[in-house]
């Protein structure tokens, strides 16, 4: 059992940057492949970026890369998103997940979900 808690959201004008942290339980956070997603209204969730267990492989979507950095310290049960040169288009709800099958970019193979942090991006 994992359990998830996104923090870092919040207003930023394009061009800025924000970073995105999820907070994990459980002393088998290592084992979980970890994703972000996002929400926009009226829009279906998508994927955003992808870290593996031991944060030696990364995937992201076309549209945020050279932007957006994932990263994770297992030390810490902790994976970060840092986002930088924002977009109106990236004002979204962006959720944490963790899977344990290594698929990365299908939400419906995440297992567990945090509850989500609001990204607003003023143009």
């Known amino acids: 059992q994992v359990q998830l808690v996104e923090s870092g959201g919040g207003l930023v004008q394009a061009g800025g940057s924000l970073r995105l942290s999820c907070a994990a339980s459980?002393?088998?956070?290592?084992?979980?492949?970890m994703g972000w997603f996002r929400q926009a209204p009226g829009k279906e969730r998508e994927f955003v970026a992808a870290?593996?267990?031991?944060?030696?492989?990364?995937y992201s979507v076309d549209s945020v890369k050279g932007r957006f950095i994932i990263s994770r310290d297992n030390a810490k049960n902790m994976v970060y998103l840092q986002m930088s040169s924002l977009k109106p288009e990236d004002t979204a709800v962006y959720y944490c997940?963790?899977?344990?099958?290594?698929?990365?970019?299908?939400?419906?193979?995440?297992?567990?979900w945090g509850q989500g942090t609001q990204v607003t991006v003023s143009s």
């Open positions: 870290i593996s267990w031991d944060g030696g492989s990364t």
């Open positions: 997940a963790a899977n344990d099958r290594g698929t990365y970019s299908n939400p419906r193979r995440y297992d567990y």
């Open positions: 459980g002393r088998t956070f290592s084992r979980y492949l």
